[in-house]
């Protein structure tokens, strides 16, 4: 069912406005976790500034010095996990600590 409130605060969003749009839970969704739809509605924090088209739940993940081999963290959008590992150490399986 289409929220009215939520419509009219993001007019360009095109998702179907269900319990998942405003929930206070991120929801990864490419179609969700967008500008134009608010991050969610404000449960999703906005892109990680360094990397402008990084979306992800937990920005403090990027560039920690701990290799996250999955995805949305190790994208080209968030420099592979903002440097914390290639994709060779992804595939063999060793990943640097912290």
């Known amino acids: 069912?289409?929220?009215?409130?939520?419509?009219?605060?993001n007019p360009n969003c095109n998702y179907s406005f269900d319990n998942d749009f405003g929930d206070e839970i991120?929801?990864?969704y490419p179609s969700l976790?967008?500008?134009?739809?608010?991050?969610?509605?404000?449960?999703?924090?906005?892109?990680v500034e360094?990397?402008?088209?990084?979306?992800?739940?937990?920005?403090f993940r990027i560039a920690n010095g701990?290799?996250?081999?999955?995805v949305p963290?190790?994208?080209k959008e968030c420099e592979?996990?903002?440097?914390?590992?290639?994709?060779?150490?992804?595939?063999q399986g060793h990943f640097p600590s912290p």
């Open 26 to 28: 991120c929801q990864d």
């Open 73 to 75: 963290y190790f994208t």
């Open 80 to 91: 592979w996990d903002g440097g914390d590992c290639s994709a060779e150490e992804c595939l």
């Open 33 to 47: 976790n967008t500008e134009s739809c608010g991050w969610d509605n404000g449960d999703c924090p906005a892109p």
């Open 1 to 9: 069912m289409v929220n009215i409130v939520l419509l009219l605060r």
């Open 50 to 59: 360094v990397y402008s088209k990084c979306v992800v739940r937990e920005p």
């Open 66 to 70: 701990y290799c996250d081999c999955e």
